[in-house]
């Protein structure tokens, strides 16, 4: 068994590297995908969020690359990495250049809700790896700025993700474009049987890897639920939970994007620092919120499900599922947001009545009972919704309403008009301008 990356025999420039972010000891995942992939063959591997999948498959691609060095010519690029978000791209990306330190290989970014035109610069140069999403991209190779001629290396990243949400056409048309003598790797935390055959059919004789059962969540994170009605599962109770518990950094996840900017809006009215990211913000308007997070400028970061797919997010102490999500291998990606590289994490979903049976699908796909909350649950009951009361603002409108508006629609002021024309007209003594 490998016990440290050393073992791997990588090239020193990317030992180097690993060694400055403190990295020794691979993960389960890497440990038995890296070996696998430095052969050159197609692998599948699942594994828990957090755990480790990117280095998995981008130390050997770039190992394989700065090893057999070849200049990517105009449009091309020697790797290509799909991923189904932007923010998941861009930290790709960022990996890919601290692991290629001092290596020189090149790498670009292409992804939607920004400019194509510093991404067409940047194919016209040729790319050693490429990170896309699958729309983008396409638009990209319909207009021939993207060729595949030299292409050597194809991952499908969060792979369930992308084959069982929507991305299957579109990774099905650039598959066609692609050559067949590659190699074919994907990565997800959970994969249904329907698509591990849909992915069967683009790799050749993969091997599996699967370091933990599927849809398992990080024995790390401590669970709860808390049973709460939904109109006061609302700010009030997660500003107290935060209160008493003294929590400096949280992820809420709910479930629509305008759900997300109530909630920001709201936590404002408790001094609590918030920003969200869903589909609606622009690109720069999601990477400051996650910057800002980071750095701890924001205390609460509010999202929708596209930011529970392998956003590397240190420090984050306590997830919140505001809203029980409907497929529940969302579960597992939102909760894994916490605890991540070996840290330990607490997980608290909000549960209305109307949302048990989704907390049942949760519980059945995890294979685990989520213990229910007491304290918390007590503390929901005892919240009063006074704050909306309060605000209605229904007496000071009814007696304006009843004193002032009738006096000034009464019209009583157009006859004194009238009267006020004392001074008639007079051709004498009007001077010509």
Avoid: W
């Amino acid at each position: 068994m490998t016990k440290t990356f050393q073992d791997f025999k990588l090239l020193p420039e990317i030992l180097s590297a690993l060694n400055k972010k403190g990295y020794v000891n691979p993960t389960p995942i890497q440990a038995q995908s890296i070996p696998t992939l430095l052969k050159g063959h197609d692998l599948i591997g699942i594994a828990q969020t957090g755990t480790g999948k990117t280095a998995s498959f981008l130390l050997p691609i770039i190992h394989r690359l700065a090893k057999n060095k070849r200049k990517a010519k105009p449009a091309r690029m020697r790797a290509l990495i799909l991923t189904p978000t932007r923010e998941l791209a861009s930290q790709i990306e960022d990996n890919c250049r601290l692991y290629g330190k001092g290596l020189a290989l090149s790498s670009c970014v292409v992804f939607g809700g920004v400019s194509s035109k510093p991404q067409v610069k940047n194919m016209q140069k040729g790319q050693q790896v490429l990170i896309a999403t699958p729309g983008r991209l396409l638009d990209l190779i319909n207009e021939g700025h993207v060729l595949f001629d030299q292409l050597e290396v194809f991952v499908l990243d969060e792979a369930d993700r992308m084959l069982d949400m929507g991305f299957i056409n579109d990774i099905k048309k650039i598959i066609k474009k692609i050559p067949d003598s590659r190699q074919t790797v994907l990565f997800s935390a959970t994969m249904s049987k329907e698509i591990e055959k849909i992915a069967n059919g683009i790799l050749k004789n993969p091997k599996k890897v699967e370091v933990t059962p599927q849809a398992t969540t990080v024995e790390k994170i401590t669970q709860s639920v808390v049973h709460v009605d939904n109109k006061k599962k609302k700010p009030m109770l997660l500003n107290e939970i935060m209160k008493s518990k003294k929590i400096n950094s949280a992820l809420v996840f709910s479930r629509t994007k305008h759900g997300c900017d109530r909630i920001v809006k709201n936590l404002a009215k408790f001094q609590i620092t918030a920003a969200s990211i869903h589909g609606n913000k622009s690109q720069g308007a999601r990477e400051t919120a996650l910057r800002e997070f980071k750095l701890g400028k924001v205390r609460v970061l509010v999202a929708t499900d596209i930011a529970a797919r392998g956003i590397d997010i240190p420090e984050v102490e306590y997830v919140f599922n505001y809203d029980v999500p409907n497929d529940p291998n969302s579960y597992v990606h939102r909760i894994g947001r916490t605890a991540r590289a070996g840290k330990e994490g607490m997980a608290i979903a909000f549960c209305d009545p109307e949302e048990e049976k989704h907390l049942r699908a949760v519980e059945k796909t995890i294979k685990y009972k989520i213990p229910r909350d007491k304290e918390f649950e007590k503390l929901a009951k005892s919240i009063k919704l006074a704050v909306p009361a309060q605000n209605t603002g229904q007496k000071k409108p009814s007696q304006n309403a009843g004193q002032k508006k009738p006096a000034q629609s009464t019209g009583q002021k157009k006859p004194f008009r009238k009267k006020s024309k004392k001074k008639p007209f007079n051709k004498k003594t009007q001077k010509k301008s």
